[in-house]
């Protein structure tokens, strides 16, 4: 369903098992990127309505999303730690060029969206079936179709912006080369890494 090229390798969740506390506060701080993510498309495409009516919605959700996982934090007596650099996200953002018309602007930072929440609904599914933590496994579970949810939103508006047939070959590229920079990742105490 997500057509990712390569799936996250299931030794990942052992990095996680391990680092619980590290991983929620990267968790936390992913889900504050998808906010302002959100809240920055509405700011640069304000002339798309039914854009900024879903991603008003996505403001809310990703945002009691981040209260959700900083409620876990406090409640195992945790503080929020430092957010970190996203290695991740920083080599996705390289595959498309600068610059293009507004349109294309749009289209490429909707793909890229739609790539992350893809990733991040992946690596939840393998956390809400590979955990020992009962209580995260379960956490991750219903986070899990919010982000397939998310995905084919972001995914749906650069098919509807774009040129179908020239956003489609530009997904594929895109997922080509996410499979490459997962093929080194997956080693951190990281969401995406």
């Known amino acids: 369903m997500l057509g990712l090229k390569l799936p996250t390798d299931p030794r990942w969740v052992n990095i996680v098992e391990k680092n ?5 506060t990267d968790h936390a701080f992913c889900e504050q990127k998808a906010t ?5 498309l509405i700011v640069s495409f304000p002339e798309y309505t039914d854009l900024v009516q879903e991603m008003t919605a996505l403001v809310k959700e990703e945002i009691s999303h981040f209260k959700m996982v900083h409620d876990i934090i406090i409640k195992r007596g945790w503080v929020l730690g430092r957010d970190r650099r996203d290695d991740y996200v920083i080599e996705l953002l390289k595959f498309f060029p600068k610059g293009g018309s507004r349109t294309t602007q749009l289209v490429h930072r909707l793909l890229y969206a ?4 893809a990733r991040s609904c992946e690596r939840f599914r393998l956390l809400s079936e590979e955990l020992e933590d009962k209580e995260l496994a379960t956490f991750y579970r219903n986070l899990m ?10 995914l749906g508006f650069a098919r509807k ?5 020239e956003v489609d070959t530009k997904w594929q590229q895109l ?12 080693k951190s105490r990281t969401i995406h890494g």
């Open 20 to 24: 619980i506390e590290e991983i929620l």
């Open 175 to 186: 997922l080509e080369y996410e499979g490459q920079i997962i093929a080194n990742l997956g």
């Open 114 to 117: 739609a790539l992350i929440e």
């Open 145 to 154: 179709v919010s982000e397939a949810n998310h995905y084919t939103m972001f």
């Open 161 to 165: 912006y774009g040129e179908k047939k």
């Open 36 to 40: 302002s993510t959100a809240i920055s």
